[in-house]
């Protein structure tokens, strides 16, 4: 273990002076460099909050562990959809602009912060981060940081934590799922509807209904029981199949969902809201839209919940990471977790990579529900000629507001992972 460890200090050290400069590792057990030895980094900022035009590369000064954090050189970073409500300020008390999104990256561990136990430079890891993940260095506290299985890429730990962690507490720590209930999930091509497909089928007989873009079914027909469109009738559909409904309901839609939803649960089902995505109409943040939503969400009767049996909830891991302090809580769901990855029974499904420079197309993919698992940002992998140019600090480009009807064109040049 020792050998190992050296090793990979040394890795780390080569990785370090080929990004741009060997860091004094010997002088900082503790963790922290000098005041005047600050170096800059490569970060994707959001200058203030809006459409695609307020992200770009910029350079900024490159974060140090203090106090029970860890230095991390980051290989890749998950994009989620919050991070486009983010974007447009569409989330309750955003933070100030400017700022570097992102809530979960993979690297190596770069440096240790004050009372830093468990942990050595030079480990591979994936992390929460509380905003900065899109970032060729980060520092985030050690309860949020957990380290990867050695055939796990990094890529795919960027796609672990948020979709999985999220899946693995609305079914098993909120729903209590169980042998032979069945579940109905929206956007069963994303990200979270993935996992929430893999860890139905731990559980013996469980029905999965599932919906999502038509042109997705080939890909993830196999995931799901049942899969319909995502503009279809799915209240008669699930109906005909299951006369009393489903047990669990897993919605990150909301408007007029939320209703759909709660008349297909059995009694003691249980439905749980875990975001808002038809908020997001456009390139911007939409009063219309939110409104809009918002009238179409049902008003929940307690007492006909309560006649009725039913269970509603919401869920949302970030506010349960750095708002209720429930790392604990968490570090236990990714224990449970990397053991069903060890024993090959889950497994991130990755799109596609792209590079900082292309966060923008990478967004739009993800506002279009283009992508079938996650989208990663990769710190180390070159943009394509066609989009290098587009969210580098000094590009004019992307100034106007873009046109998305013509998406078919954007897809055909999109850097899929077969």
Not at 78 to 83: P, Q, R, T
Not at 87 to 96: E, S
Not at 165 to 176: D, G, K, P, Q, S
Not at 407 to 415: G, L, Q
Request: glycine share 8%; net charge negative.
């Amino acid at each position: 273990m020792a050998k190992e460890g050296a090793q990979r200090a040394e890795e780390t050290e080569q990785m370090i002076e080929k990004e741009g400069g060997k860091e004094g590792a010997e002088g900082s057990a503790a963790g922290s460099l000098r005041a005047g030895d600050a170096k800059e980094m490569r970060a994707v900022v959001l200058s203030a909050f809006g459409g695609l035009n307020k992200l770009r590369v910029s350079k900024k000064a490159m974060p140090e562990p203090q106090e029970g954090e860890l230095k991390i050189r980051v290989k890749a970073c998950g994009l989620n959809f919050i991070d486009l409500m983010v974007r447009q300020g569409n989330i309750d008390n955003p933070p100030k602009t400017p700022l570097v999104p992102g809530f979960e990256c993979s690297g190596i561990v770069e440096a240790l912060g004050d009372s830093v136990k468990g942990f050595e430079i030079g480990d591979r890891v994936m992390a929460f981060v509380n905003y900065n993940a899109w970032a060729e260095v980060v520092c985030t506290p050690v309860e949020f940081v957990y380290k990867i299985p050695d055939d796990m890429s990094f890529s795919e730990a960027a796609a672990f934590p948020m979709n999985f962690v999220t899946a693995y507490m609305m079914l098993f720590e909120v729903a209590n799922l169980r042998e032979g209930m069945s579940v109905l999930v929206h956007s069963a091509g994303g990200g979270v509807g993935q996992a929430v497909a893999q860890l139905c089928s731990t559980v013996p007989n469980v029905t999965v209904f599932g919906t999502a873009s038509s042109f997705k079914h080939e890909a993830i027909k196999d995931s799901v029981t049942h899969l319909f469109d995502r503009n279809a009738d799915y209240v008669q559909e699930v109906k005909r199949i299951s006369t009393d409904g489903v047990d669990i309901v897993l919605d990150c839609l909301c408007g007029e969902n939320t209703g759909k939803g709660l008349s297909l649960l059995k009694p003691l089902g249980t439905y749980i809201l875990y975001g808002s995505s038809n908020m997001v109409t456009g390139e911007t943040k939409s009063f219309f839209s939110f409104a809009k939503s918002w009238w179409q969400v049902e008003k929940v009767n307690p007492i006909k919940l309560y006649e009725e049996n039913k269970v509603i909830a919401g869920f949302s891991l970030l506010n349960l990471l750095f708002k209720q302090n429930r790392g604990g809580l968490i570090k236990s769901v990714m224990d449970k977790l990397l053991n069903l990855y060890t024993s090959k029974k889950i497994k991130p499904v990755v799109d596609s990579l792209w590079a900082l420079e292309e966060v923008k197309e990478a967004m739009q993919r993800i506002h279009d529900r283009g992508n079938i698992g996650k989208l990663i940002l990769d710190v180390e992998k070159a943009p394509t000629p066609l989009m290098a140019n587009d969210s580098t600090e000094t590009s004019e480009a992307g100034e106007e507001e873009e046109d998305h009807e013509g998406d078919n064109e954007n897809k055909e040049r999109m850097p899929f992972i077969q």
